[in-house]
Nanobody
Framework: QVQLVESGGGLVQAGGSLRLSCAAS?????????????MGWYRQAPGKQRELVAS???????NYADSVKGRFTISRDNAKNTVYLQMNSLKPEDTAVYFC??????????WGQGTQVTVSS
């Protein structure tokens, strides 16, 4: 099974930037699965459902939720087994716990601990 570890969150003022990282580890089969699957960044704000904000295919095609389009950039480095999320022009409504996972989600892929992003006004 793929293990996913998110990092890079923190407290930032509105208008600031953060770069999140998601490192994948596991068996050879797990790493292969990571490299061939689309990956995404999800977020969950208090009292709200988890939502997909950005995704990237194995070939590098990207897609974004309207709420983050033009401000967030997703990328991946398969040689490092890592997915990134560059977040610029952050807004208080971006405050949430951010997770990475396969797109679409699968019962065989567990969720990591996530990384907290807090944007102050």
């Amino acid at each position: 099974q793929v293990q996913l570890v998110e990092s890079g969150g923190g407290l930032v003022q509105a208008g600031g930037s953060l770069r999140l990282s998601c490192a994948a580890s596991g068996s050879i089969f797990s790493i292969s699965a990571f490299r061939i699957n689309a990956m995404g960044w999800y977020r969950q704000a208090p009292g709200k459902q988890r939502e997909l904000v950005a995704s990237i295919t194995s070939g590098g095609s990207t897609n974004y939720a309207d709420s983050v389009k033009g401000r967030f950039t997703i990328s991946r480095d398969n040689a490092k087994n890592t997915v990134y999320l560059q977040m610029n022009s952050l807004k208080p409504e971006d405050t949430a716990v951010y997770f990475c996972n396969k797109v679409p989600v699968s019962q065989t892929w567990s969720w990591g601990q996530g990384t907290q992003v807090t944007v102050s006004s």
